[in-house]
């Protein structure tokens, strides 16, 4: 069962509620929903949201979500909860500019790490962070974006890790024109897994990626579209992540020896 109601209860003031409820065991295997869960599967929760916009040039967003899982999850041994609230500052001074801050505080429980017991049990694990993300639009074809994230991870437990990631873009998109394309330079430093970092990448087209980033490294893209036609076109993306001290990345059949990872994409598309 899941529920949504949306309120505008001013001009400038906007309210959402959603309630679901869907058991252990339910399962779809190509099923989407608003779930704290991969999959809509083995959870109950309330999130209540509003949004402020006080004057043309400032918006106020936050949201309160409450959620638990009746069932034991990957890591999580036992029936659990969590809670997660934000809040985000948007501020537009004109069409060419937005800047906006936020600051995020999840709480879940999970598995107590060192525990040598014969049987596991469940701690409190907070995780904040807090992102501002500058974008200036140079003209009609260039775009400049550029952001900085900080997370703390169990900042007062003995497991606590911190990560920090900043990145610069550039989006080229002219109206009109057969070439398109976005370059991406970016820096991560993480405490570890725990403190990973995540941010969106431009891709092909029907295609979307949210990569991870934990250790320390730099990381760069290129993605580019041409248009040889009304029908047809193409893409092509490059990436690669150039870690700082690493001898082997990843592990098993996906380990690479060296500290450098490398990726190529191409797409080829004929509209008949």
Known sequence: FVNGLLISVDQR????????????EYQAVNGNAFT????PSNESGIYAGICIRPTALLQLNAYADIYSFPWL????????????F??????TPDKKTELYSRYRNETKQGNTSGNNGVTNYLSLIPRQSWRTQLSYMINKAVTLRTRFELL??????????NGFLTFLDCIYKPLLSRIAG????????????????????????YNYSIPQFFDKGFRYYLNVKYDFSNRVSCWLKWSQTLYNGKLLIGSGLDEIEGKHKSEAKFQFVINL
């Open 182 to 205: 976005s370059v991406r330079v970016q820096y991560f430093e993480t405490g570890g897994y725990n403190s990973r970092l995540y941010a969106y990448e431009n891709d092909l087209l």
């Open 152 to 161: 703390w991870y169990d900042k007062k437990g003995d497991d606590k890790e």
């Open 13 to 24: 003031v906007d309210l959402s509620l959603l309630y679901r409820s869907i058991n252990k």
């Open 73 to 84: 999850k990957y890591l999580v041994d036992a029936p659990s909860s969590g809670r997660d």
């Open 86 to 91: 934000l809040i985000q500052l948007m501020y």
């Open 36 to 39: 704290e869960n991969t999959f």
